[in-house]
């Protein structure tokens, strides 16, 4: 497998320093860490809403890093959370003395890290970190896992208004407020053409013919719900937004993501999304604002997730405010 | 050699063997891990290890507890994953035990201490197929052959270490529900878990290191 890479093991480094040096009015890296923050970080007075994972999902976490919205991200190894001590290291970075509010998506890696890493932050001086767990992976079984349902591309709509909130000088018990009603209105689900290929491995993640597609896959390639034959794009939008929908429940204005896995050209995420607005349309919902492209990828595997967050004023509001992230369009 | 610097020397030889051990199994774990996990357990730990063995060699005059909470601290900075925050962290939470040196009472309290903080962290419990199988026996077995049988330490830690064989064997059979392996479902039945196993190659090492350094001068209270 071809890849544009020096020697794999410094390939998040590398990544990092290049993050910097393409957006480098509005971030910075902290001095030996892969954590990337806002330039101005810590904003004073304003609570901080900082993120983090494995890398190779990219643009997350670094793209969301901006006014109104993220203050900082920690890039971990590929697929790997980040460590306890550059989590907490980010988190000291982005205290204004309001609080810092983590947002963590369900991977029990990132929990625990971002748990310690708490700990080990309000050891050395912050006074408030708390956590909000993203899991709208719809795929996943609350019953059938304990672990509980996997945090993806929603994610994405948790940083927004969160982050938008938190700009305006609301309080932490406010914007953890937000986070939570973002988590507890949206779902995801993904699919999978093909594998991923990890940097250091070289080849694929899992084996997957030509003639089939997994349902329901993770963003690390770990499996989904079923492996089915190859079928066409109308198809598989209809199996992942009626799955979404079964879930969210939503009745008015939803806010929709297409999100594409890193290998899928936009053309596909487009056809994806047509179908997706129709269905939208036919269940007596009105899609209030769409993004279509890569927001949460999976290094070059081939498939796409839709994700639907049900909409009320407030994040309609908090959606729409501007954001200086580079990743994220507002209306 | 007083008491405190024949268990500070204990204490080191006890890290440089499970870290012995560990870079010997590290292709091992990572092959367990691979069956039912993301194929790293081995390599995470022995890169843990190698850091750790570089910081202990400024740690020569340190008490035994701040050597142990050094090591903790490495884990959580070097390890990453899951099994930063669950090894480290539980090894500097319990670190706090052996403020007084290496005592009966002290082990029994690091080993408590230890587990409670892996079960808080992880949320698993017996049965979840996770290191917990393994730690929670061995903590109680050496808790009992301490308090009810009066065991000498080592005696006690072998019989630990036997208890945390039957748990690493127990989680074979068994389908995961907790970490990575969860995601497997079904699939994760017939593994051995990898951390259940690591941690038995660890308290392995603690035993062979008690069998040489630890008698029943350096344990007893004075």
Redesign the interface.
């Known amino acids: 497998m071809k890849k544009l890479l020096n020697d794999p093991s410094e390939m998040v480094d590398e990544m990092v320093d290049g993050i910097v040096a393409a957006y480098p009015d509005h971030t910075r890296r902290l001095d030996d860490t892969n954590v990337i923050v806002r330039n101005d970080a810590p904003v004073s007075g304003k609570v901080g809403v900082v993120s983090g994972g494995g890398s190779g999902h990219e643009p997350t976490h670094a793209g969301f890093v901006g006014e109104g919205m993220l203050d900082g991200a920690a890039a971990?190894?590929v697929?790997?959370?980040?460590?306890?001590?550059?989590l907490s290291e980010m988190i000291q970075a982005c205290d204004g003395g309001a609080g810092v509010l983590c947002v963590v998506k369900n991977y029990?890696?990132d929990v625990?890290?971002f748990?310690?890493a708490a700990e080990m932050a309000e050891l050395s001086g912050v006074d408030t970190v708390e956590q909000v767990v993203v899991n709208d992976d719809v795929a996943?079984e609350d019953s059938?896992?304990?672990?509980g349902r996997r945090g993806v591309q929603g994610t994405i709509f948790v940083h927004k208004c969160a982050g938008a909130l938190a700009e305006r000088g609301a309080d932490i018990e406010e914007v953890v407020r937000v986070a939570e009603k973002v988590i507890d209105n949206v779902g995801s689900m993904g699919m999978a053409l093909t594998s991923c290929v990890t940097p250091e491995k070289g080849e694929p993640t899992f084996d997957i013919d030509d003639d089939e597609i997994e349902i329901g896959i993770?963003i690390?390639g770990?499996?989904g719900v079923e492996r089915t034959e190859l079928v066409e794009a109308d198809a598989i939008a209809e199996r992942l937004t009626n799955e979404v929908l079964d879930d969210v429940q939503p009745s008015g204005e939803v806010a929709v993501m297409v999100n594409g896995m890193g290998g899928t050209p936009q053309s596909e995420l487009f056809v994806v999304n047509r179908t997706v607005q129709e269905l939208l349309v036919d269940n007596g919902l009105a899609p209030w604002n769409t993004w279509v492209g890569n927001y949460m990828t999976s290094l070059d595997m081939a498939g796409c997730s839709v994700t639907i967050l049900d909409l009320d004023e407030e994040l309609m509001e908090l959606l729409d405010s501007p954001t200086t992230a580079p990743a994220f369009k507002t209306k | 050699m007083d008491r405190a610097d024949r268990q500070h020397d204990a204490v080191l030889a006890a890290i440089r063997n499970v870290a012995a051990r560990l870079a010997e199994e590290k292709d091992y774990l990572t092959e367990l891990d691979s069956a039912i996990g993301?194929a790293?357990h081995g390599t995470n730990m022995n890169r843990g290890f190698e850091a750790v063995l570089e910081n202990i060699e400024t740690k020569q005059d340190d008490d035994v507890a701040d050597i142990v909470k050094d090591v903790g601290?490495t884990l959580?900075?070097?390890?990453?994953?899951?099994a930063?925050?669950?090894y480290?962290?539980s090894m500097l939470h319990a670190s706090e035990q052996l403020e007084d040196g290496l005592t009966r009472e002290s082990t029994v309290a690091f080993g408590e201490a230890y587990l409670e903080k892996l079960r808080d962290?992880?949320g698993a419990s017996l049965g979840?197929k996770t290191m917990v199988d393994a730690v929670t026996p061995a903590v109680h077995t050496y808790k009992k052959s301490i308090e009810e049988d009066d065991l000498p330490p080592q005696e006690a830690l072998a019989k630990a270490v036997d208890a945390a064989r039957r748990g690493v064997e127990f989680t074979v059979p068994i389908r995961a529900?907790?970490?990575?392996a969860?995601?497997?479902?079904w699939?994760s039945v017939g593994h051995r878990d990898p951390g259940a196993t690591s941690t038995l190659f660890m308290l392995e090492a603690l035993l062979e290191t008690a069998e040489h350094h630890l008698d029943e001068e350096v344990m007893e209270e004075s």
């Open positions: 971990g190894e697929f790997t959370s980040p460590t306890a001590d550059e029990e890696g625990m890290n748990d310690t996943v059938t896992y304990t672990s993770g690390h770990e499996p | 993301d790293d601290m959580i900075s070097e390890v990453g994953g899951a930063g925050p669950l480290g962290g962290r992880g979840d529900n907790k970490g990575r969860s995601y497997l479902g699939r």
